[in-house]
């Protein structure tokens, strides 16, 4: 089990390093429903940032995991996986 949580700044990071999308970290926390569409983040930007969690904390991610819609959905997916290790 990892004790630890993607926050919004990680976040905000592996956009940036795997997607190549720069977003404002405020505006993130803000409003944390807007769609990854909307942030210029597609499937295969999503599927790279999922690719660098599971690499970094050495656990795979659930496949809903590179569907998500939107930040808020993506960071309580991700943070219950690497809670519960599943």
Request: aromatic share 4%; charged share 25%; proline share 5%.
């Amino acid at each position: 089990m990892i004790t630890t949580t993607l926050t919004f700044d990680e976040l905000a990071a592996l956009m940036k390093q795997s997607a190549g999308v720069t977003v404002d970290v405020r505006e993130l926390e803000k409003e944390p429903d807007v769609p990854f569409a909307t942030l210029g983040v597609d499937s295969l930007g999503l599927l790279g940032i999922v690719g660098e969690l599971e690499n970094r904390y050495g656990v795979a991610l659930p496949t809903d995991a590179e569907r998500c819609k939107t930040p808020s959905e993506f960071l309580d997916l991700v943070n219950n996986a690497l809670k519960t290790g599943v």
